[in-house]
């Protein structure tokens, strides 16, 4: 198994096999991260080394922004000792390291010491399909694990997609929005962005729907300057559309519009009954936003 120690002082990352001791150079880039296997583990996330020192700890080894996929390593805690003396190699720029270093090159530090994530290892499927939430409880990011791997060091790789609604949801062009939609539209959209990836897969459906109602019925009520559509459901809207456009137009619109406003009632209990549907998934959330980064983009009231 391989070690990774973050030392106390000044946060320079060693490594080793058995003990951590040899100065990782470059300085790779570590960050605290945890496990969510449900909504309220972000009401947890990491406050930092010094007063959250236990929480896992991911070691990037490599990142594509295009793909948004990010490859890295998976440690935890080695005991329950936040911090422990080692014996590492001198820093070759720390004038302080030289100055109490032994006659081998090698100085004693107070590092935290972590092993490979054998945690991860013991969940069903080695986490795959579970989200994995990097960085702190000030600002993190949330990443699915595709792929766990086990490398001949024993250390624990795993694959991620990025979790993020950017990208996903272009921005808004509020220069083509109508000014009198700015409100609306902004505070829908905003509602949305701030669930995705984030809040349960009902949720996400809940909001991407309101966002794609209030969209429809501002779009329309521009296109028409009939007010009543601005008070219009969903289902209303997308009947609207094809009233006004026809039959054989704006039908992938009405399309998106429509797989959006199907997928809402999987988030109530009595119309699942009713209609022997299966609950809201995390793939289903997906497709919500997909359909309605879609409208956006095909409406042209983004960037």
Not at 102 to 107: E, I, L, N
Not at 257 to 270: D, S
Request: proline fraction near 4%.
């Amino acid at each position: 198994m391989s070690r990774l120690g973050i030392e106390r002082q000044n946060g320079f990352i060693y490594e080793g096999k058995e003990n951590p001791s040899r100065l990782a150079v470059p300085t790779p880039m570590v960050s605290q991260c945890k496990l969510i296997e449900s909504t309220s583990d972000l009401a947890s996330m990491p406050r930092g080394m010094d007063s959250d020192p236990f929480h896992w700890i991911f070691r990037e080894e490599s990142f594509d922004p295009v793909s948004r996929v990010r490859r890295g390593r998976l440690f935890q805690t080695s005991s329950n000792i936040s911090w422990e003396w080692v014996t590492v190699d001198a820093h070759p720029f720390s004038s302080s390291d030289f100055g109490q270093g032994r006659s081998d090159g090698r100085v004693r530090k107070e590092l935290s010491v972590f092993i490979h994530c054998t945690a991860l290892l013991n969940r069903p499927e080695r986490g795959e399909g579970l989200q994995l939430a990097i960085g702190g409880v000030g600002a993190y990011s949330l990443w699915r694990i595709l792929q766990t791997e086990l490398t001949v060091n024993q250390d624990v790789l795993v694959t991620l997609r990025a979790e993020s609604a950017f990208g996903v949801l272009p921005s808004l062009d509020l220069s083509v929005i109508p000014e009198y939609s700015h409100k609306a539209v902004s505070e829908a959209y905003t509602r949305v962005m701030n669930v995705a990836y984030r809040d349960s897969p009902t949720s996400v459906v809940d909001q991407c729907r309101n966002l794609c109602a209030v969209v429809g019925a501002r779009w329309l009520f521009h296109l028409t300057g009939n007010k009543k559509s601005l008070e219009d459901d969903l289902g209303v809207c997308i009947t609207a559309v094809r009233d006004h456009f026809g039959e054989k137009n704006q039908r992938l619109v009405r399309a998106a519009l429509e797989a959006v406003n199907l997928l809402h009632p999987r988030g109530k209990e009595n119309e699942r009954q009713r209609y022997q549907l299966r609950e809201v998934s995390n793939e289903d959330a997906e497709l919500a936003l997909h359909a309605t980064g879609f409208v956006l983009r095909e409406i042209g009231w983004c960037l």
